[in-house]
């Protein structure tokens, strides 16, 4: 009998199940019949290309059955968010719309959204304000399940920082929104997003890289690997990878 190979022991390994295992990006696929998906990002320039990605298909999003877009932007935009859906053009400059400076990515994304009906809604902290690590967690779990008090058949996709959607205990009675959520018993999938084969998991990147499909676009099911032997920590609770090319 041969013994299986542990496709994170080393970056070739992972690489030659990339390579058998990628597949063309399916929203229906990812959500099934999940009540909650998380988007992680990276706040970086070089993701503009996944929200830029995220503003196109849209309608195949909503598509798979999703409600509601949550977004990681002040929960005081709720009201001016709520109006765009019966005012398109309404300005939404002095709208904390995401967690850049420059938020016309995320303001693409939120339009595009609304104007097929989801609805937007806003679930971080006051920017002004300075919470600690515990406090803007539960902020984010409160607005976030809100939703699901309101709607008991919502769907909810998140865009957010990778590191909320992590699953695991962080430190003694610290959890991440995604292990919050996971608590409470919301079933839910996390979607990790990849631009040109670059990710915090260096195993991961490298893999992409020795594969030659960093300028792909494509998804890869994780849910195999999640378990074996020397997968890295922050990539145990990722259930999807999907990797776009450079703009």
């Not at 542990?6 to 009540?35: Q, T, V």
């Not at 995401?98 to 990515?105: A, F, T």
């Not at 590191?163 to 999938?189: N, Q």
Request: charged share 25%; net charge neutral.
């Amino acid at each position: 009998m041969v013994e299986k190979i542990d496709p994170w022991s080393h970056p070739e390994n992972l690489s030659l199940e990339i390579i058998g295992n990628m597949r063309p990006i399916d929203c229906k696929a990812i959500l099934g019949s999940n009540a909650l998906l998380y988007l992680g990002e990276s706040h970086v320039d070089e993701y503009s290309a996944v929200r830029q990605h995220l503003s196109k298909r849209a309608q195949e999003i909503a598509a798979a059955g999703i409600t509601h877009w949550a977004i990681e932007a002040s929960r005081l935009g709720r009201m001016a968010l709520k109006k765009l859906r019966r005012n398109p053009s309404i300005d939404l400059s002095e709208i904390d719309l995401g967690p850049r400076l420059d938020s016309s990515d995320y303001e693409r994304i939120i339009r595009a959204f609304s104007q097929i009906g989801v609805d937007i809604i806003p679930i971080d902290t006051e920017s002004m304000q300075i919470y600690s690590h515990q406090q803007r967690e539960n902020v984010l779990e409160k607005e976030l399940t809100d939703i699901y008090e309101a709607d008991a058949f919502a769907k909810v996709a998140v865009l957010i920082g990778m590191a909320h959607t992590f699953r695991g205990r962080l430190m003694k009675d610290f959890y991440f929104l995604g292990g919050r959520t996971e608590k409470r018993g919301i079933p839910s999938v996390v979607v990790a997003y990849i631009v040109n084969g670059n990710f915090y998991s260096e195993t991961l990147s490298k893999a992409i890289r020795l594969a030659k499909v960093k300028q792909e676009k494509f998804m890869i099911d994780m849910r195999p690997y999640q378990h074996t032997l020397n997968v890295p920590w922050d990539m145990g609770h990722v259930d999807f990878v999907i990797n776009l090319p450079k703009l």
